[in-house]
């Protein structure tokens, strides 16, 4: 439910109403906007709970929250969310571009990637150091010592680095070293891990799961902020479907929809969306037009030799022309990049 306060309610009705919510066991969330303050009450529905508070005083109505997911909800909150981290800001008008190889290789390539990210403007820099990779065969990232290169990549460069987390133990590890922690589409419903970032006071991107609907990609959120972190940036990274021309098909109506229904700013992966790098700087573009609020892609300064994902990955020449062209279509849609 959340509760409409009337204008100019004073505190202590404000208070009154919280003091209600929280004695039947429910969370109240407090929204202030411009003119109205609302408290969201966030929980099993009560019987008798919203008459109940329509009768406090200050009180203008009570209008129940339809939709599964509350606190992500445009319902509860209807201004757009920016998260904001070092130069990286995603939401809001702001298109914040974060690009980088799929793992973190050696020293060499990681340094040479944040130097050509920065460049062509990106502001934040992915790479990862724990990677999950379908074949137990497969390189599965440097770990630790990826980590400590992404921290000196950020201190030569500035950029904020986003990198996979996938256990909760690995968080104050990665912690130490990452400016957003990266929920994996594998984990998008792993809801130990989901609470788990729900307690850091890192942004977390959470790609949606390859089968996930969009109400389950919104639970999913709705855990993360439930559980205290208000930091969440949505990842459309592409879905499975019969289709087998693209890794994953990669539905962009899936932005606009995000933006009716959430908050969250929404960022699209177009390398993991398609898994061809010919077709990447495309749907890059028609994510900015669809209204995309960042970019995530996959970028290696030798993609033959990448050790995951070179596939997909741009060159920094493809890159650069990328940035260009969706600046041109940003600049169309008034949005900062
Ligand atoms: C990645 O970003 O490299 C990655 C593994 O993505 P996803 O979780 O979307 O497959
Ligand atoms: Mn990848």
Request: net charge negative.
């Amino acid at each position: 439910m959340i509760v409409v306060m009337k204008e100019g309610a004073p505190k202590e009705q404000i208070d009154q109403v919280i003091e209600h919510i929280e004695q039947w066991g429910l969370r109240s969330h407090v929204i202030e906007g411009t003119e109205l303050t609302v408290v969201a009450a966030i929980g099993e529905k009560r019987d008798g709970a919203k008459e109940a508070l329509e009768i406090l005083e200050g009180v203008e109505k009570v209008v129940p929250i339809l939709a599964p997911y509350k606190m992500a909800s445009t319902e509860v909150k209807k201004d757009p969310t920016v998260v904001e981290v070092r130069g990286l800001r995603i939401g809001g008008g702001h298109l914040g571009v974060i690009a980088g190889p799929c793992s973190v290789e050696s020293r060499e390539q990681i340094l040479e990637v944040a130097h050509i990210v920065k460049e062509a403007g990106a502001a934040g820099l992915r790479g990862g150091a724990f990677k999950p990779r379908t074949s137990p065969y497969s390189f599965q990232g440097l770990k630790e010592k990826g980590l400590e290169l992404l921290a000196e990549a950020r201190e030569a460069t500035g950029l904020a680095i986003v990198t996979e987390i996938m256990a909760k133990e690995q968080i104050d590890l990665v912690s130490r070293y990452a400016d957003v922690l990266q929920v994996g589409a594998r984990n998008m419903q792993n809801y130990p891990l989901l609470e788990a970032v729900g307690e850091s006071p890192l942004p977390v991107l959470l790609k949606r799961g390859p089968s996930a609907t969009m109400d389950e990609f919104l639970l999913a959120a709705e855990y993360i902020l439930k559980t205290g972190n208000p930091r969440v940036i949505l990842c459309e990274r592409g879905i499975r479907t019969f289709e087998d021309h693209t890794r994953f098909t990669l539905p962009l109506a899936s932005v606009p929809y995000l933006h009716q229904h959430t908050h969250l700013p929404v960022v699209v992966d177009p390398s993991h969306g398609t898994g061809k790098a010919s077709l990447v700087a495309t749907m890059a573009r028609a994510a900015v037009a669809a209204g995309a609020d960042g970019l995530m892609v996959e970028m290696h300064p030798n993609p033959d030799k990448a050790l995951s994902d070179g596939y997909q990955s741009l060159t920094p020449a493809g890159f650069r022309q990328m940035m260009a062209e969706c600046r041109k279509i940003a600049r169309v849609l008034e949005m900062r990049m």
